[in-house]
């Protein structure tokens, strides 16, 4: 089994910022991408970011493009989304995954908890 566990959410002020982990863990963990999605209350589930692991290459939602930031760490094997310029429509729960490539929640196969990110006016 794979596990992800995301951290570093919390309450932030507009304009602040907050960075978020995704850690991996498992004997195996083998994955084409790493991903970041947003679900805010009645809303769907949103993509923000995603990083192809092996090259790094990255690829950010137009709605966090200039502000959001992935990046991924290999001996740790854990990702991460820095998040600067924090507007209160950013308040969601944040959900790492990975598997496979896209901005479609199901081209992923492992997913984390959440963590719950809230940005006041």
Same mark, same amino acid.
């Given at each position: 089994?794979?596990?992800l566990?995301?951290?570093g959410g ?6 602040g910022s ?6 991996a863990s ?6 084409y991408a ?5 679900q *805010? ?5 949103e993509f923000v #970011?995603?990083?192809? +692991?092996s ?7 137009? /709605?966090?493009?200039g ?10 094997k854990?990702?991460y989304?820095?998040?600067?310029s924090l507007?209160?429509e950013?308040?969601?729960v944040y959900?790492?995954? *990975?598997?496979g ?5 199901s #081209?992923y196969?492992? +997913?984390g908890?959440g963590t719950?990110?809230?940005?006041s /006016?």
């Amino acid at each position: 089994q794979v596990q992800l566990v995301e951290s570093g959410g919390g309450l932030v002020q507009a304009g602040g910022s907050l960075r978020l982990s995704c850690a991996a863990s498992g004997r195996t963990f083998s994955s084409y991408a790493m991903g970041w999605f947003r679900q *805010a209350p009645g809303k769907e589930r949103e993509f923000v #970011a995603a990083i192809i +692991w092996s090259t790094a290459y990255t690829y950010h939602a137009d /709605s966090v493009k200039g502000r959001f930031t992935i990046s991924r760490d290999n001996a740790k094997k854990t990702g991460y989304l820095q998040m600067n310029s924090l507007k209160p429509e950013d308040t969601a729960v944040y959900y790492c995954a *990975a598997g496979g490539w896209g901005v479609a929640p199901s #081209a992923y196969h492992y +997913w984390g908890q959440g963590t719950q990110v809230t940005v006041s /006016s």
